[in-house]
């Protein structure tokens, strides 16, 4: 399996907190592109339809957030916490998951493209009906995880993963 690279942008900004530069990027109806952030916490909150191009997350809380219909595209997420976030519909692009959590996630009719999964723990993460292309997990433990009704085209690989009671339909 071939996957397209993840494609950070040389410099970043990293002087803005989340908050403000996500409150920005939505009154301007405007991707977020080119923010370095660490340690912040966005527990609960809602992206409905937000862009997030070229970033990068470090340690940053998301359990609980609305991702329904947002867009990632070239995006790195290094230890986030994604418990029991709803992204359903959502748009993945080469990104890179790095030990995040994403247990309870809920990633159902999402188009998943180039992305890797590395050392995730993502019980009972949900990919009904979700579109996975060139999609790798590596040391992920998926336990209980739904694979179930999978778009056609869909071609992706586990390398070293528990996947003790995992869904496939």
Known sequence: ???????????????????????????????????????????GQSFVKAEWKGCTFKNVRFTGADFEGATWQNVMFDTCDFSGVKAL???????????????????ATAGVNDVSFIGCAADMVCFAEALLKNVQFT???????VFADLRPRSVFAFDACNLTRAEFL
């Not at 690279?5 to 920005?24: C, D, H, N, R, Y």
């Open 139 to 145: 040391d992920c433990r998926l336990q209980n995880a």
């Open 1 to 43: 399996m071939k996957m397209a690279k993840l494609v950070l942008p040389e410099m970043l900004e990293t002087g803005i907190p989340f908050a403000e530069a996500a409150s920005m990027a939505a009154a301007y109806d405007e991707p977020l592109t080119g923010y370095a952030f660490i340690g912040a916490d966005a527990v």
């Open 89 to 107: 519909e959502a748009t993945l692009q080469k990104c890179m998951f790095r030990d995040c959590r994403l247990t309870g996630a809920q990633f």
